[in-house]
């Protein structure tokens, strides 16, 4: 059964530091999610992705934050500097066209701010 | 603001037992309710509902909404310890965003 495939699955980095978290969506899937999760507390939206542009963002997705397709099979997130706060799971989904209400998650990028 | 509460937060129950979860929402614009397990990692999806009254049924799991009173219930039957996990419940908006609650925990006693 396809699936959402995330890299890299634990990531640790020094504050400040630039990361980028990759995302594999489902082939057919048009429309791709970014979330995370620190630890302890609950699912947050980040992002929603269509056609290329973002279609929504929450406030958590600020000037830091930047989102890309850059080929047809991967969905990027980056962090430009990181803060010790983003430190939580982040996780992709998508959805297809037709059942855009079903988003399939990822199995997350744990990061790890020091 | 757009809110889900589900209760309990946090419920023990043995094996065979039957659990009924429950979620109330309110939400701008509310288009479908989607239900999720959460183990170690990604949440999986479980049911999506869209109109009220109709049972979604998945095995031992079976789920519905009342999109009068804006709740959903998800109810598991002859409960395993495999179905020990964080349930969330997800009301969609008209937006297509999905707002998360804080979710129950399951855990089923052998």
């Known amino acids: 059964e396809p699936e959402v495939t995330q890299t890299p699955s634990h990531q640790v980095t020094q504050m400040g530091q630039e990361v980028i978290l990759r995302c594999v969506p489902i082939s057919n899937h048009l429309y791709f999610y970014w979330y995370r999760q620190i630890l302890g507390q609950k699912v947050e939206f980040l992002v929603s992705?269509?056609?290329?542009?973002?279609?929504?963002k929450s406030e958590i997705f600020d000037d830091q934050f930047s989102v890309e397709r850059p080929d047809g099979s991967n969905f990027t997130l980056k962090i430009r500097s990181t803060k010790l706060e983003d430190s939580a799971m982040y996780f992709c989904?998508?959805?297809?066209?037709?059942?855009?209400?079903?988003?399939?998650f990822g199995p997350g990028t744990r990061l790890l701010v020091l | 603001e757009d809110k889900v509460v589900q209760s309990p937060l946090s419920l023990v129950v043995h094996e065979g037992d039957t659990v009924t979860l429950n979620c109330s929402y309110e939400v701008t614009n509310f288009r479908s309710l989607l239900w999720y397990k959460q183990e170690k990692k990604a949440p999986t999806f479980l049911f999506m509902l869209?109109?009220?009254?109709i049972e979604k049924k998945s095995g031992r799991l079976s789920s519905i909404l009342d999109k009068k009173e804006l709740f959903s219930i998800l109810n598991i039957t002859a409960t395993q310890t495999g179905d020990s996990a964080v349930y969330l419940c997800?009301?969609?908006?008209?937006?297509?965003?999905?707002?998360f609650g804080k979710g129950t925990r399951l855990h089923i006693l052998p």
């Open positions: 992705f269509y056609n290329n542009e973002i279609s929504e």
């Open positions: 869209t109109s009220s009254g």
């Open positions: 989904a998508s959805s297809e066209a037709r059942r855009k209400e079903t988003q399939y």
């Open positions: 997800t009301p969609r908006r008209g937006d297509d965003k999905i707002i």
